[in-house]
């Protein structure tokens, strides 16, 4: 097969590279090679069945058209200084202008036109008081919150035009490997979902495969030769409360965006996609690693607020693989949860004891994850992380009183595969000729609207 653009991955960075394109009148020929199947097609038995059946040969959560983002809560940051590095590659003013371009792309698409965290700024400096004197830092983001039922709603828009704009969507293919000429990229070998494999040869080629597919862009990149650094890898828990311990925070900011250095180690830690009145989940990566998120939906609410917190690792020498890293914090989790999550009370984790399953329903705090193994999460997180943990949380307390209570839920493992960071210039073009990397996957972004940032302003530079 021939094409002018291939884009490996159809999720934001991937989409909005075709949706852009397409938006400046494009005339080439694109096509998108997506792993899992189409917003319409991507279902979740857990809703019927209660429980994750591990479903194969992939996670309907984190694999398909837009990726993890048509299952998550939705959020779209509109502050270049939340969802990674970008800015300090294309910097800081190109990065809010994208930003705020691509919103009101998101808006004709159907995003709701509410923005959280703007309207009561006095209500804001008090929460950053509070911030500060628990020694964190209270970023300022404005939030558009999707919601997950609205996001598939909104991904399945974007779907529909693009492939009325005449692009080829192949769905349930998966890239096994790049086409290369001595260090000219010249397509993508592709598989499908009945082994078979074939050529796609193409004038560009952009890999975009997401969070999800980090690790495999990892070892192509060592395989090729391809100019990468190993990055940061975040390492933590999902933690739950109830709605009335977040009650002020939710309603001014919706999302707290809190970062703190706790001793004695002084990492960076920080609070990632809060959902107020959200549901913790559960998505499976490759190797059958179970790992926690959460969702939070416009219409159906729970009475909690759940929210990640997050530890970042470096690693450099002699030891560089961080991916693999989390992953075996991950492997060992799972394996005490009996491939299932690890639930286990903030208290029980102060008194060194284990959480058992009779205990969970003596407070007023109810897990939203049914199948959570109540457990201990400690036997199997580093010290490191663990003490940073308990020091953020103890931290938070200040600023949310009750946070670090004795019921106070921690949900393990959540981790973040977003380490390997691609040497590119500012216009995104790797050591390798006609070779782009986008989106989560790159190393440069985190989140729904970076990525889609990264998408946009790649369109523009090839269309």
Partial sequence: MKTDVVIIGAGPAGIFTALE?????????????????????????????????????????????????????????LSYEVG???????????????????????????????????????????IRSRAIQAGLKLVDCPI???????????????????????????????????????KKCNGAIIRDNHGKEFEIFAGKTIVATGRRGAEWLEKICGEHDIAHLPGTVDIGVRVEVRNEVMEEVNEVLYESKLIGYPRPFKNKVRTFCQNPGGFVSQENYDN??????????????????????????????????????????????????????????????????????????????????????????????????????????????HVAPGFASYETLLYSPELKFYSNRVKMDSSFNTNVENLHCLGDSSGWTRGLMMASVMGVLMGRQIY
């Avoid at 792993?35 to 979740?44: D, L, T």
């Avoid at 909104?154 to 293919?173: H, Q």
């Avoid at 286990?344 to 004891?353: E, H, S, T, Y």
């Fill in 144 to 182: 558009r919150h999707l919601g997950t039922e609205k996001a598939q709603d909104i991904y399945l828009a974007i779907e529909k035009y693009l492939i009325a704009n005449g692009v080829e969507i192949m769905f349930g293919c998966e890239c096994s490997d790049i086409i290369l000429d001595g």
């Fill in 21 to 77: 394109m397409i938006r400046n009148g494009t005339k080439k020929h694109i096509i998108i090679v997506e792993k899992g199947q189409s917003v319409e097609n991507r279902h979740c038995p857990k809703s019927k069945t209660k429980k994750c059946v591990t479903c194969k040969p992939y996670c309907h959560i984190t694999t398909g058209f837009s990726g993890a983002g048509a299952f998550s809560d939705g959020k779209l940051s």
């Fill in 84 to 126: 990674g590095d970008l800015p300090s590659l294309i910097g800081e003013v190109l990065a809010q202008e994208t930003i705020d371009y691509t919103d009101k792309i998101y808006l004709e698409f159907g995003a709701d036109t509410k923005i959280e965290g703007v309207s009561n700024p006095d209500a804001v400096k008090k």
């Fill in 288 to 397: 059958n690693l179970a790992v926690v998120n959460g969702h939070s939906y416009k219409e159906l609410k729970s009475d909690n607020t759940n929210l990640a917190i997050l530890c970042s690792h470096n690693f450099s020498h002699p030891f560089n693989q961080p991916i693999s890293y989390a992953q075996k914090v991950g492997e060992l989790t799972n394996m005490l949860g009996t491939g299932h999550i690890l639930v286990q009370r903030f208290g029980d984790i102060l008194d060194g004891k284990r959480t058992w399953e009779k205990e969970l329903y003596f407070s007023n705090l109810k897990p939203t994850l049914p199948d959570a193994v109540a457990g201990d999460i400690t036997a199997a997180m580093p010290y490191r992380a663990m003490t940073n943990i308990i020091s953020f949380i103890q931290a938070v307390d």
